[in-house]
């Protein structure tokens, strides 16, 4: 009997959403957590032009011919195995690279060779800023003036022409857990104060000119199809500059949106040079009435859309996933 085979974290809220509505369409999965692909008793069997791959999860077992879809969700970084016992921190560094290039050598051939209809493959997980913004400039977005340096001359340049800038991680925001804390990595306004303070050459980083904001835009893109959800983080001093900045006690105002029809094909383009048939895409609509580009996260949120803009979209995720038998 064919089963949906499903990537994600532990915990993971709209991946059991999603599989809430799997449960209600009597349909089969086969749910792999975190690094639990090379914990598990898997195989990748080659020989005779025919390759085999095969999976078992709480006396369950299931083969790739089983297998109807695959939604690549979310995983988290993979860990090395406990080296405790390994006093010499060269070695132990050594031997950790080591073992996670293993299973980074292990998951990708695992991932490659299962040849079926994937909602986004893994391979397509990484986000590259620079490279998005570019592909999208091309296709006609306008796009906040960037610059992606270590020097700090090229950046006294380039505040010369743009006098308010931000800055952000080239690749993604991380957390970190400090003390039990968990602190998160935002947009920042980059001060004159900021810029004096660094040396010559410094860790690179990317910089934009801060774009004067109407709200922000949340689109989740499937297969074709937007979703967009507007923002009002401008009205509040706690989100204006980054709406991921949480204002728990008085939360933005979000409404359903419809994006401009160019808008919308610009992004199923962009969506197609990128191979990506799902994601979430950040947006600004500027007080000068532009839309600007910012980034697309191809395992990005989408419960903050679907839910105060009633889309059900983990419906409309579980519906696509079933029709792909």
Known sequence: MGAILIFSKMGEASTCEVIDWLDSYQTHFFRINDGEIHKLPTSIQLGNDHISLGLEKNNTSINEEDITAVW?????????????????????????????????????????????????????????????????????????????????????????????????????????????????????????????????????????????????????????????????????????????RYNRTNPNRTVPYSLPKQITERIQKLMAILELNSGSLDFIRAKDGNYYFLEVNPNGQFGMVSKPCNYYLEKKIAAWLIQQK
């Open 72 to 244: 690549f969700r979310k995983t988290k970084t993979q860990e090395p195995p406990n080296l405790n016992g390994i006093e010499d921190l060269q070695i132990k560094r050594d031997i950790e690279n080591h073992t996670l290039h293993e299973l980074e050598a292990y998951n990708f051939a695992f991932y490659h060779l299962l040849e079926k209809k994937w909602l986004n493959h893994p391979s397509k997980k990484e986000i590259n800023k620079p490279y998005q913004l570019h592909t999208a400039q091309k296709l006609g977005f306008k796009v906040p003036p960037t610059l992606v340096t270590n020097d700090k001359n090229k950046l006294l340049d380039f505040k010369k022409t743009h006098p308010n800038l931000i800055v952000k991680a080239v690749f993604r925001s991380r957390g970190f857990v400090i003390d039990k804390v968990f602190y998160a990595g935002f947009t920042a306004v980059l001060t004159t104060e900021i810029i004096d303070s660094l040396p010559s050459s410094f860790f690179p980083m990317l910089v934009q000119e801060k774009i004067d904001k109407e709200y922000e835009i949340r689109t989740f893109y499937i297969d074709g199809e937007c979703h967009s959800m507007a923002i009002f983080s401008q009205l509040d001093q706690q989100t204006a500059l980054d709406y991921r």
